[in-house]
Nanobody, 124 residues
Framework: HVQLVESGGGSVQAGGSLSVSCAASASIFGYNCIGWFRQAPGKEREGVAAISTRTGTAYYADSVKGRFTISRDNIKNTVYLQMNSLKPEDAAMYYC??????????????????WGQGTQVTVS
């Protein structure tokens, strides 16, 4: 059973930076697509970035392209999301998820098997 744990959320002023992490508790061999999603109150969950842990290929939503960077450390079984130039509209609960195979694009929610509990990002 794979467990994903997010950390690193917090509060930052607009224009600032924050990094969140997603650590897998066990080998996620085969679940090579790790995605980051966010959900603000009253809004649907949206995918913001995804990475193939095998190849390092990354995918981004247009709303974060150029500001967010997703990366991975396969030794630590950890995926990071570096968020720069944060805007108030980036404020949300951020979730990571693991899906089978390699990402070939930004995946939808139903294409992921395991989910973390989320970490809150506040931008004022």
């Amino acid at each position: 059973h794979v467990q994903l744990v997010e950390s690193g959320g917090g509060s930052v002023q607009a224009g600032g930076s924050l990094s969140v992490s997603c650590a897998a508790s066990a080998s996620i061999f085969g679940y090579n697509c790790i995605g980051w999603f966010r959900q603000a109150p009253g809004k649907e969950r949206e995918g913001v970035a995804a990475i193939s842990t095998r190849t390092g290929t990354a995918y981004y939503a247009d709303s974060v392209k150029g500001r967010f960077t997703i990366s991975r450390d396969n030794i630590k079984n950890t995926v990071y999301l570096q968020m720069n130039s944060l805007k108030p509209e980036d404020a949300a609960m951020y979730y990571c998820a693991a899906g089978p195979g390699d990402c070939v694009r930004l995946r939808k929610e139903y294409e992921y098997r395991y989910w973390g509990q989320g970490t809150q990002v506040t931008v004022s």
